[in-house]
């Protein structure tokens, strides 16, 4: 089974992409997502830490209605699922499950009630911040506001345990992992997260990190963000400029979805990223698995790819459909099938019924 606890798809359904061909240059549709075995991922509805908060609960709407409208439009392929059980029997009709999450707590603003809302939507769990502090908690990036949980995140914390909903702690700060770690009467989760001893990022968990969510009986799902994978990654100065204009020309892209101009100059973009920036790739993906392996357990691990909102994936894994590459690698080092089946999406759904089972 293959479940992927982090994509970054609606925001691309924003952007117009249709979820029911074969898009060329995109990470992820529900074509090559049945090419490569996929059985259900969590799409994240990411809001920018700038965008003011009833902005931000408005966008966080607008993607989630788009994907409801993207399973309603391919009925043969995806279906919006709320629980681990609604996956299982998904998975024997061959029907992807689109599980969804949300990325940066800004658009419950500071209102349980909202919170609460997007549950009953579909929302299955939160991850605090993104590359800003915000009402809930200090991020990674800043980490400057409250020291960790603000007293309305530890609020936040409480009901989520309350409502079975997974408390994502990729992009949190180091306060705020260990004030969740110590708060939470459930796994914590970190949806889309790499290893510190491998890679340097402040975005990446430290062993210490991996070893209480293990302890905590929760989970880590490795990203495939090239720059959370290794140190040398677009450090070269012609890379790292093009790095730099290819955000420039994203942002462009962004704004004016609809602008063909605009969709030919993107496209041109990632042809040139996949062919003059070098890539870390599968291997480095496994060493990520290793390690994770080695401090949180086997059955705290599995992938958390950040596919559609990262700008470059590894080398061998250019999009969901090349999933196999990851596995094959995996059973080279040793790793059994029962094992790799726990890393592709076993994990992810046995946290998330322990979640589930803690709110009961």
Not at 65 to 73: G, L
Not at 168 to 191: G, M, N, R, Y
Not at 332 to 350: C, K, P, V
């Amino acid at each position: 089974m293959i479940y992927d606890s982090h994509m970054d798809t609606p925001s691309q359904l924003m952007r117009l992409r249709n979820l029911g061909i074969d898009n060329p240059l995109a990470h992820v549709d529900f074509p090559k997502m049945r090419t490569g075995k996929v059985d259900g991922a969590f799409f994240a509805l990411y809001t920018p830490a700038e965008m003011a908060p009833d902005a931000a609960t408005r966008y966080a709407l607008e993607m989630l209605s788009a994907v409801y409208d993207a399973a309603d439009a391919n009925p043969d392929y995806a279906a919006v699922t709320f629980t681990p059980d609604e996956a299982a029997q998904n998975r024997e009709d061959g029907i992807i499950s689109l599980f969804m999450g949300m990325e940066n707590g800004s658009p419950i603003q500071e209102s349980l009630s909202l919170l609460r809302t997007f549950y009953r939507l579909g929302v299955s769990y939160v991850t605090l911040t993104h590359n800003g502090d915000n009402a809930i908690a200090d991020c990674a990036a800043v980490g400057k506001r409250w020291g960790g949980l603000s007293p309305f995140g530890k609020q936040v914390v409480a009901e989520m345990n309350a409502l079975g909903m997974m408390i994502d702690l990729s992009h949190a700060s180091d306060q705020t992992f260990w004030d969740c770690i110590k708060l939470s009467e459930a796994p914590i989760v970190a949806t889309h997260s790499c290893c510190r001893s491998l890679c340097s990022h402040k975005r990446n968990l430290t062993d210490d990190m991996l070893q209480a969510l293990g302890e905590k009986d929760g989970y880590v799902g490795i990203n495939y963000n090239p720059g959370f994978l290794s140190d040398d990654f677009g450090k070269d100065p012609a890379e790292a400029a093009l790095l730099d204009e290819a955000d420039r020309v994203e942002a462009a892209f962004i704004k004016e979805p609809g602008n063909p101009e605009k969709v030919k100059a993107w496209n041109r973009m990632q042809e040139r990223l996949l062919t003059e920036v070098r890539r870390p790739g599968v291997k480095e993906v496994a060493d990520h698995i290793d390690h994770a392996v080695k401090w949180a357990g086997i059955d705290h691990v599995g992938i958390g790819s950040d596919f559609d909102g990262i700008l470059l994936t590894p080398a061998g894994l250019e999009d969901i459909a090349h999933s196999d590459s990851l596995w094959d690698e995996l059973r080279r080092r040793g790793y059994s099938q029962t094992q790799i089946d726990q890393i592709s999406g076993g994990n992810l759904m046995e946290v998330y019924k322990r979640i589930i089972t803690c709110s009961q």
